[in-house]
């Protein structure tokens, strides 16, 4: 039996030795270690380890750990480059701003948005291809004026 720990760890690990793009891949990985593990809390690991998403040349995205690589996911820096390559319009109504993004990135953009710890944002609620940013005051404009800002819109 692992702990938690030792699981977490050897996702790390995993996640530097290899080019992991899926949490299936991982649980495979995993199994191949002798670990066997839900889906469920492979997914609650790589949130606990900061672990993101990154598109690297070719267009894939891979599991990256900003720990590990500072330099190319310093957290702005990760949130400007999701936000500019999956976030096609921003909207805002009273204190919810609205991103939209290709189908099935909405989660990938809410994830490094919450880990951003953006000024005035209180937090994201992701569905497939569309995302609700809440704003701490009543008149998000300028909340959405930052996040178009950070996705390069005008």
């Not at 702990?3 to 649980?27: C, F, M, N, W, Y």
């Not at 937090?123 to 996705?151: P, W």
């Given at each position: 039996?692992?702990?938690?720990?030792?699981?977490?760890?050897?996702?790390?690990?995993?996640?530097?030795?290899?080019?992991?793009?899926?949490?299936?891949?991982?649980?495979e990985l995993l199994a191949s270690e002798g670990i066997e593990a839900t889906q469920a809390t492979v997914s609650r690991d790589l949130e606990d380890i900061g672990a993101?998403?990154?598109?690297?040349?070719?267009?894939?995205?891979?599991?990256?750990?900003?720990?590990?690589?500072?330099?190319?996911?310093?957290?702005?820096?990760?949130?400007?480059?999701?936000?500019?390559?999956?976030?096609?319009?921003?909207?805002?109504?009273?204190?919810?701003?609205?991103?939209?993004?290709?189908?099935?990135?909405?989660?990938?953009?809410?994830?490094?948005?919450?880990?951003?710890?953006?000024?005035?944002?209180?937090?994201?609620?992701?569905?497939?291809?569309?995302?609700?940013?809440?704003?701490?005051?009543?008149?998000?404009?300028?909340?959405?004026?930052?996040?178009?800002?950070?996705?390069?819109?005008?």
């Amino acid at each position: 039996m692992t702990t938690k720990v030792q699981r977490q760890t050897l996702i790390a690990r995993l996640v530097g030795d290899h080019e992991v793009s899926s949490q299936p891949e991982l649980l495979e990985l995993l199994a191949s270690e002798g670990i066997e593990a839900t889906q469920a809390t492979v997914s609650r690991d790589l949130e606990d380890i900061g672990a993101v998403k990154v598109r690297v040349p070719g267009g894939n995205t891979l599991y990256a750990i900003p720990e590990f690589a500072p330099d190319r996911l310093a957290p702005v820096e990760h949130v400007r480059r999701v936000m500019g390559e999956w976030v096609a319009d921003v909207a805002v109504s009273g204190n919810v701003v609205v991103l939209r993004t290709p189908p099935g990135c909405a989660h990938v953009v809410a994830s490094a948005l919450d880990r951003s710890r953006i000024e005035g944002l209180l937090g994201t609620v992701a569905g497939d291809d569309t995302l609700m940013c809440i704003s701490a005051i009543a008149d998000g404009t300028q909340l959405c004026n930052d996040l178009k800002d950070l996705a390069g819109l005008d």
